[in-house]
């Protein structure tokens, strides 16, 4: 475990040690349209410099991941497959440990963004098997400032130190500086020492709530909110059933921005996310700019839910 600044951080730690070493001109990245830019800018700007490809795993109409093509399109030249085990727009929890299994079949490395995951999932990196697993403090009631690259030891040992300076070296001369053991020689520099002691205390309380009745109580209410917005004509909820997804709940109006909608709940005392949430290429997928997204924890309740849906339905009327 190595600490880091948050998920993005750690992405961009993978995709400059163990890619810049490892990729090569014609290798191939395999990606889901389903992604965090954070998830995607990092191998786009990798696949740059390094001359290898970006394929992409689809998403199908039921806002779940088009699976069957996954043997379609990893192959030998496969080195790399980089998913999120949750989506942030559609809440979609992905299949983590199959496509693992599919991508190590053939030789590639896995790197799951558990960003949204994290704050809700039992799953662990050793279930999914994952060769590299990231998250974020702030999105687990934790700091921001902090986040976490977990990593299978001989691969993170097999990788260069990412940035230098003090704290990741054993020792330094004139000619040159021998690095760190792990997890210090990716640790450069004073650590987040204040964001790293208040990580802690969030993550015993998530883990003594327990996952199953984090889960089961924001499906509670994403399923009251998704009923509520049902009479509200034309608006279309961008995710699957509420069994297959975590507690978000992502809409479109047709004819209303979602800046406008943000606008108005905002000043009906209701904070909900509006624009593109950092996934383009899912929103082009499905032919909508932006959208409306309502994110639902356990610290919320149904009155909550309840205000937001009052206030939405306005919004649409107005
Ligand atoms: C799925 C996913 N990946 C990556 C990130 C980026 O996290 P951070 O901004 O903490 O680096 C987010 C944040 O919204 C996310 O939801």
């Given at each position: 475990?190595?600490?880091?600044?948050?998920?993005?951080?750690?992405?961009?730690?993978?995709a400059?040690?163990?890619?810049?070493?490892?990729?090569?001109?014609?290798?191939?990245?395999?990606?889901?349209?389903?992604?965090h830019?954070?998830?995607?800018?990092p191998?786009?700007?990798?696949?740059?410099?390094?001359?290898?490809?970006?394929?992409?795993?689809?998403?199908?109409?039921?806002?779940?991941?088009?699976?069957?093509?996954?043997?379609?399109?990893?192959?030998?030249?496969?080195?790399?497959?980089?998913l999120?085990?949750?989506?942030?727009?559609?809440?979609t929890?992905?299949?983590?440990?199959?496509?693992?299994?599919?991508?190590?079949?053939?030789?590639?490395?896995?790197?799951?963004?558990?960003?949204q995951?994290?704050?809700?999932?039992?799953?662990?990196a050793?279930?999914?098997?994952?060769?590299?697993?990231?998250?974020?403090?702030?999105?687990?009631?934790?700091?921001?400032?902090?986040?976490?690259?977990?990593?299978?030891?001989e691969?993170?040992?097999?990788?260069?130190?990412?940035?230098?300076?003090?704290?990741?070296?054993?020792?330094?001369?004139?000619?040159?500086?021998?690095?760190?053991?792990?997890?210090?020689?990716?640790e450069?520099?004073?650590?987040?020492?204040?964001?790293?002691?208040?990580?802690?205390?969030?993550?015993?309380?998530?883990?003594?709530?327990?996952?199953?009745?984090?889960?089961?109580?924001?499906?509670?209410?994403?399923?009251?909110?998704?009923?509520?917005?049902?009479?509200?004509?034309?608006?279309?909820?961008?995710?699957?059933?509420?069994?297959?997804?975590?507690?978000?709940?992502?809409?479109?109006?047709?004819?209303?921005?979602?800046?406008?909608?943000?606008?108005y709940?905002?000043?009906?005392?209701?904070?909900?996310?509006?624009?593109h949430?950092?996934?383009?290429?899912?929103?082009?997928?499905?032919?909508?700019?932006?959208?409306?997204?309502?994110?639902f924890?356990?610290?919320?309740?149904?009155?909550?839910?309840?205000?937001?849906?009052?206030?939405?339905?306005?919004?649409?009327?107005l």
């Amino acid at each position: 475990m190595i600490f880091t600044p948050g998920t993005t951080a750690s992405i961009n730690l993978v995709a400059r040690s163990w890619g810049d070493t490892n990729l090569r001109p014609g290798d191939e990245i395999l990606l889901t349209e389903m992604e965090h830019h954070s998830n995607i800018v990092p191998w786009q700007q990798l696949a740059e410099r390094t001359g290898a490809i970006i394929r992409w795993l689809g998403v199908r109409d039921d806002f779940q991941l088009d699976i069957e093509s996954l043997d379609r399109l990893l192959s030998g030249r496969t080195k790399l497959v980089a998913l999120t085990a949750v989506s942030n727009v559609l809440g979609t929890i992905n299949p983590v440990r199959e496509i693992v299994d599919a991508a190590h079949r053939v030789g590639a490395k896995v790197l799951v963004d558990a960003a949204q995951s994290a704050p809700h999932g039992k799953a662990t990196a050793s279930d999914w098997d994952a060769d590299w697993l990231v998250f974020s403090g702030h999105k687990m009631l934790g700091p921001t400032g902090i986040g976490v690259l977990y990593g299978k030891r001989e691969l993170l040992e097999s990788m260069p130190p990412f940035l230098g300076g003090g704290n990741m070296i054993k020792s330094v001369s004139k000619q040159g500086f021998v690095a760190a053991d792990l997890p210090h020689r990716f640790e450069a520099g004073t650590g987040p020492i204040v964001e790293a002691i208040a990580l802690k205390p969030a993550l015993e309380y998530l883990m003594r709530v327990g996952s199953d009745a984090i889960l089961a109580h924001e499906r509670q209410l994403a399923q009251r909110a998704i009923d509520g917005l049902s009479s509200v004509s034309g608006l279309r909820i961008l995710g699957p059933s509420i069994q297959s997804k975590t507690g978000i709940v992502s809409f479109v109006i047709p004819g209303v921005h979602s800046d406008q909608i943000g606008q108005y709940l905002n000043a009906a005392g209701v904070a909900i996310r509006v624009g593109h949430h950092c996934a383009m290429p899912l929103h082009e997928r499905f032919s909508v700019g932006v959208s409306a997204r309502a994110s639902f924890y356990f610290y919320n309740t149904q009155s909550e839910v309840d205000a937001f849906v009052t206030a939405t339905l306005r919004a649409s009327e107005l």
